[in-house]
């Protein structure tokens, strides 16, 4: 009867190599602690470059408008339709869209008259840039006059306010001009700042040249 035997089993190849494993663990625990000695340093904040156009303007002086006055030449004139929804009440009401800016800078116009107090529309003015109080660091008002019958105030409103750049523009008499300066973006005044800037610069050349008829 043949001998039956039962191979047995090749226990150097079935145990794991204890020495290789061992080297592994130690390199990655050598790992482990350098990564805990190393420093987390934030990488500082930074924000989206702009290239500004040049400085250049033309006039805006549509037939039947009761003003005048220049804009840039990489903004585009476009006449108000609905202001917050609702119609404007006279079609002298425009904006002035920056496209390269996601900016935009609404002009509403009134006639001072029976219906439109010349001190309530001040006051209206006003009251729509404190609105902003409640998040401006501060607002500086600057007084308006120029030698084309036009005086007001332009407001400048520092912090994370919605409009950083208003203002109101008369003769006291008849015209009555309010402007604002909103962007397509959250109201964060240190992304805004160079932007804000820039646009300042052509809201006063707006006033500055601004004329009646």
Request: net charge positive.
């Amino acid at each position: 009867m043949p001998q039956i035997r039962h191979k047995p089993a090749n226990v150097n190849s079935k145990m794991p190599n204890l020495k290789g494993k061992a080297i592994a663990l130690f390199s990655l625990l050598i790992l482990l602690l350098a990564a805990c000695d190393n420093t987390y340093t934030p990488k500082p904040r930074g924000y989206f470059q702009v290239k500004f156009p040049e400085k250049k303007y033309r006039l805006f002086d549509m037939p039947g408008y009761p003003y005048t006055f220049e804009y840039p030449v990489y903004a585009d004139v476009v006449k108000d339709t609905s202001f917050f929804g609702e119609k404007p009440e006279n079609p002298y009401w425009i904006n002035i869209d920056f496209p390269s800016l996601h900016g935009k800078i609404y002009l509403s116009y009134k006639i001072i008259g029976k219906n439109n107090n010349f001190q309530k529309l001040v006051d209206d003015a006003f009251k729509m840039t404190y609105k902003h109080t409640y998040k401006a660091e501060y607002i500086d008002e600057n007084k308006i006059h120029t030698a084309n019958n036009v005086s007001g105030t332009f407001y400048e409103v520092g912090g994370n306010a919605a409009s950083a750049k208003q203002f109101f523009a008369t003769d006291s008499v008849k015209h009555f001009l309010r402007g604002a300066l909103y962007f397509d973006a959250s109201p964060k005044a240190d992304s805004l700042a160079p932007a804000n800037q820039f646009l300042e610069q052509d809201m006063w050349h707006l006033v500055e040249t601004l004329r009646w008829r």
